[in-house]
Structures are given as C-alpha cells and as structure tokens.
C-alpha cells in the first residue's frame, strides 16, 4: 500500500506544481497566453496519446517494470523542464506526460497482483496519493519550494522532480518480477468494439472536464463577476475538497465502488453544485463549489476502480489505458470548447456550460454499467 500511494503520489504532483510557477515562467521565457496555459493542459493531452503505449510496454515487460520506467522518466523529464528555453521546455514536459502515461495503467494492474482481494482499499491508496500530490504541488510551490530555490523557477522543477526516484527505487527494490508479473489473458490494446471502454472513459471525462474546468475557468468568471477577492477562497475550497473526497473512500469505498448507483448520484450532486457556482452570485456561490468539488473526487475514484474489479491481468492493462485514454481526450477537449464558447458569446461564465452539458450526457452511462462480480467471472 505505500509503494501505491507514494507512486500514486507523481501521477499529478509535477504538473501541478506548473499553474503556480507558469506566470514566472512566462515572465522569464516571454510566453503568451495560450503557450503559459499548454504547460498545465499539455501533459494532459499526453496522457492520452501514450495510454495504449503503455498498456503494450505492460504487456512486453510487466506492470512493475513499467512502473519503475516511468517514475525514472519522470523524475528526469521534469526536472529538464527548466534546462533551455522554450523548445526544450515544452520538449520535457510532453515527455512528462508520457512518463505520467506509463505509471496511470501499471498502478490498476499491480493492484490485481500485489493485492487482488483489496481492490477498493488499494485504489483509495494510490488515488490518496494522487491526490495529495495535487495540493501539494499546487499550494507548496510558491510559499515553500520556491523560496528555497531563492526564486529560481528551473531550481523549484527540479527539487519537485527528483524525489520521484525515490518511489522508484522502494519499488525495484522491495518487489520481484515473480511476484508482479500479470498473467496473459489478452492482449494489449483495448477492446475498442466493447461499450465498457467508451462508458468508463466517457465518465472519467465527466469527473475530470469539472475539476480541470472550474479550475481553469474560476478566476475569469470571479473577475467577471466583481469577485475577485473571493478567488483563494473558492480555489481552496474546491481543491480542498480532493483530499476528503478521498478520505470519505477509504470509509465508503468497499460499499460504493462497484454499485452504479453511487456513481450515478455524484456525477448529479457534481453538476448541482456546478450549476448553483454559476447561478448564485457572492458567497453562495462559492459555497456550492464544495459538493461540486467533493463529488468530482469521489466519482473520479469510483471510476479508477473499476478497471481491476471488471478484468484481470495485462486486460486490467489495456481497460484502464483505454478508458484513461478516452478521459484524457476528453479533459483537454470540454474545457477547450468551454473557452471557444465563452469568446463567441463574449461571457465567461459560458466556458462553463459544455462541461454542465457533457456531465448530464454522460450520467445516464453509470446506470449501464455491467456488475463487477459477473464480469470479472467472465475474465476467469
């Protein structure tokens, strides 16, 4: 369970650690508006384009292996994000998200190995860390680190990057390949002609385009608003709320995971929450971003585990970088469409609106989902 949660860990910490850094970056590198936003969205998109390779490099030399790659490359590509100047910047930081890619689909396999009668608990581990690495990269960096970089922004990258071979290491050398090798029941790539691919991803892009969104559009609608001094309060409430969504899984997490109707639920207090931020003026307002953000972590952990419950083996693999593939597509694209909304009716408080519009399209698929126990008999 340590080795999940400090791996889990690196899955978001260096690309949070980007929003607090990017105006001095910018500043320094002289970039402009959408080149500082592309240093948080970038790696995201990444992520979807180096899933599957993932899930083959899985399949060729086993979940462990890929996992001490990644954690390697990680630590090295975003340390080398402050090396040159832009084209090396960008350069390292889409070969972070391809190390990023790596560790999403191994965590979900060796969960199945390591651990198979665990599957909730370890996923609420691994995604504890994940998550924790959020708020500390984004509420460390400026305050801490950067102060004890002397102000140096390329110093700050690389005091954030390096521990990562630390998670590495535990791993290399506290497991073997005997004990961590996925047995062969399939192949690589993702069923693409299964539904269950398109729903998971479908929904994780729910989960995901309202917690990316609202960050990325909360300041604008604030500032719209008249609100701007609101904004550290609202950031730290929605943000805040990661941290019990997982908390409140390690206590709910035996009995939700799996039942669609928890999932379902969610994605609807989510959207509630999200329509009352964009309703209610003032505090009221901001007071509805705490179940919006509460229940896009719960649902973004109910979704992660269902991977390991629905297959076994390099199948938990290709599942996972399928539907993470698909999440991340859709995580760069709403929030995205979001933006060319708000500028053609000219009002922020619109980027909004496809997010609200895509949550309520993709609610209805937690109802399909097919019951863990039958299918996971199915995979056996």
Partial sequence: MLLLWSAGVYLRLTVMVAPPLAPTIAADLGLGQAATGALTTFPILMLAIAGLAASWLISRIGARRTLVIALILVAFSSAARGVGGVAAL???TALMGVAIAGIQPSLPTLLTIWSPQRIALGTAVYMNGMLM???LGSTLTLPLVLPLADGDWRLALVMWSMPALIPAMLVFGLTRDRDSRAPDTGGWMPAWREGLVWRLGILLGASGSLFFGVNAYLGPVLEGRGEDGLLD????????????????MFWLGRRWIGRPMPLFAMLLIGLSGLGGFVLLP?????????PAGLAAGITLILIVALPPLYTRGNRTAALAAG?????????FLVPLLGGVVADYRDNVVYALIPIFVYGLIAAPLARRLPDPATAAAQTD
């Avoid at 003032?282 to 705490?290: D, E, H, Q, R, V």
């Fill in 323 to 331: 539907m993470f593939a698909i999440g991340a597509v859709n995580n």
């Fill in 133 to 135: 690495g959020e708020v």
């Fill in 233 to 248: 309060l609202a950031l730290g409430l929605f943000n805040g709320t990661q941290l019990l969504a997982s908390a409140l």
């Fill in 282 to 290: 003032g505090i009221p307002g901001i007071i509805a971003l705490f």
């Fill in 90 to 92: 960008f350069g390292a």
